[in-house]
């Protein structure tokens, strides 16, 4: 593509981005100063239109963007949008304040991505089933209960408030903390043998009703996996969008965020090993959204990935910056999960 095709393409991808209306010559012209007339910009787009750049949506209306001319201007065209001060403290001050829960933490990340971009965000939780035990620690809360907490080297926490007997001392819970951190920790569930878990039962023997118990939420601390579960942002960003206010179209879109499993299978199934990937319409492979672009990238823990965020909008999304939020944004979250293992705030 010459120069003056690229110009001309990038006017029409950057008009109809902001107006959601069919771009005609004369608009070109006028508001872009490409130094030609309305009729070379004109033969341009007829030459576009024929590359398969380019569309005209209905019979005497202009031009607008067509998949392959979204994928050629994010390739090719596209500038680097950095995010502004604001948005930058903005994310720092939110994630400095919810610090402490991953819950809360992947809740905020939802939240900041669907403001920033104004579009539908997504994002999968850590993967806590392939975490390891980093501590376990029983405390003695007074004569008939006790709280066992298990930390996980992901930094997710599972805790459990369980009835314990009157005989049972919180010397006791501190002798058997000290033998499951001995025989668990650094531990995944896959890499537990029958055979360490029989050592503990007999070396607390006396304590069978108790450990029971504990062992309970162990299982369930390394097992537990948040399987088809995603959590959405901004729903109704979405449904607020020009090409989304047919009936029909707003009963699909709400039937796919309804779909846990397929949003998953979408999101960490576009995503590529490491950096920003963006799907466009078909690429999407998602016949009900081929209407939409993904825009999705993975978060990692301590160089291991460990789940993905991404943003829904429309193939008129505004690319550059969606892009840099994602990517600031990933950036970001996988710093203070690894601050949160490592125990301490920012």
Same mark, same amino acid.
């Given at each position: 593509?010459?120069?003056?095709?690229?110009?001309?393409?990038?006017?029409?991808?950057?008009?109809?981005?902001?107006?959601?209306?069919?771009?005609?010559?004369?608009?070109?012209?006028?508001?872009?100063?490409?130094?030609?007339?309305?009729?070379?910009?004109?033969?341009?787009?007829?030459?576009?239109?024929?590359?398969?750049?380019?569309?005209?949506?209905?019979?005497?209306?202009?031009?607008?963007?067509?998949?392959?001319?979204?994928?050629?201007?994010?390739?090719?065209?596209?500038?680097?949008?950095?995010?502004?001060?604001?948005?930058?403290?903005?994310?720092?001050?939110?994630?400095?304040?919810?610090?402490?829960?991953?819950?809360?933490?992947?809740?905020?990340?939802?939240?900041?991505?669907?403001?920033?971009?104004?579009?539908?965000?997504?994002?999968?939780?850590?993967?806590?089933?392939?975490?390891?035990?980093?501590?376990?620690?029983?405390?003695?809360?007074?004569?008939?209960?006790?709280?066992?907490?298990? @930390?996980?080297?992901? !930094?997710?926490?599972?805790?459990?408030? *369980?009835?314990?007997?009157?005989? #049972? %001392? /919180?010397?006791?819970?501190?002798?058997?903390?000290?033998?499951?951190?001995?025989?668990?920790?650094?531990?995944?569930?896959?890499?537990?043998?029958?055979?360490?878990?029989?050592?503990?039962?007999?070396?607390?023997?006396?304590?069978?009703?108790?450990?029971?118990?504990?062992?309970?939420?162990?299982?369930?601390?390394?097992?537990?996996?948040?399987?088809?579960?995603?959590?959405?942002?901004?729903?109704?960003?979405?449904?607020?969008?020009?090409?989304?206010?047919?009936?029909?179209?707003?009963?699909?879109?709400?039937?796919?965020?309804?779909?846990?499993?397929?949003?998953?299978?979408?999101?960490?199934?576009?995503?590529?090993?490491?950096?920003?990937? @963006?799907?466009?319409? !078909?690429?999407?492979?998602?016949?009900? *959204?081929?209407?939409?672009?993904? #825009? %999705? /990238?993975?978060?990692?823990?301590?160089?291991?990935?460990?789940?993905?965020?991404?943003?829904?909008?429309?193939?008129?999304?505004?690319?550059?910056?969606?892009?840099?939020?994602?990517?600031?944004?990933?950036?970001?979250?996988?710093?203070?999960?690894?601050?949160?293992?490592?125990?301490?705030?920012?």
């Amino acid at each position: 593509m010459d120069d003056r095709k690229q110009k001309v393409l990038l006017a029409i991808v950057h008009d109809y981005i902001k107006t959601a209306e069919p771009v005609g010559s004369r608009t070109i012209a006028r508001k872009y100063q490409l130094g030609v007339s309305p009729a070379t910009i004109r033969n341009e787009m007829s030459d576009l239109e024929e590359q398969g750049f380019i569309e005209q949506p209905y019979t005497s209306a202009g031009r607008i963007p067509s998949e392959r001319g979204y994928r050629y201007y994010v390739d090719f065209l596209m500038r680097k949008q950095e995010l502004s001060k604001e948005e930058e403290e903005l994310i720092r001050r939110e994630y400095e304040v919810k610090v402490r829960d991953v819950g809360q933490v992947i809740q905020k990340t939802g939240q900041l991505l669907s403001q920033l971009t104004h579009y539908t965000a997504m994002v999968l939780p850590p993967r806590i089933g392939i975490s390891n035990i980093k501590h376990i620690q029983i405390v003695y809360m007074h004569q008939s209960q006790a709280m066992v907490i298990a @930390v996980m080297d992901n !930094g997710t926490v599972q805790h459990r408030l *369980i009835e314990i007997p009157e005989s #049972i %001392t /919180a010397l006791d819970m501190e002798t058997i903390s000290k033998v499951l951190n001995a025989k668990l920790q650094g531990q995944a569930m896959k890499s537990i043998k029958l055979t360490l878990i029989k050592d503990i039962y007999y070396e607390l023997a006396r304590h069978r009703n108790l450990l029971d118990l504990v062992m309970e939420l162990v299982q369930e601390s390394l097992t537990l996996e948040f399987e088809d579960k995603i959590y959405l942002g901004g729903v109704f960003n979405m449904l607020n969008q020009p090409e989304f206010r047919n009936v029909e179209k707003i009963k699909t879109m709400l039937s796919i965020m309804e779909q846990e499993k397929l949003l998953c299978d979408l999101l960490e199934g576009g995503a590529g090993d490491e950096g920003v990937t @963006v799907r466009i319409g !078909g690429e999407i492979d998602q016949l009900d *959204i081929k209407e939409c672009s993904m #825009i %999705t /990238a993975p978060y990692s823990i301590r160089g291991r990935k460990m789940g993905f965020i991404g943003v829904l909008g429309p193939t008129r999304m505004e690319y550059a910056k969606v892009i840099s939020v994602v990517d600031y944004m990933t950036k970001h979250l996988s710093q203070t999960l690894e601050q949160m293992i490592r125990g301490r705030k920012k």
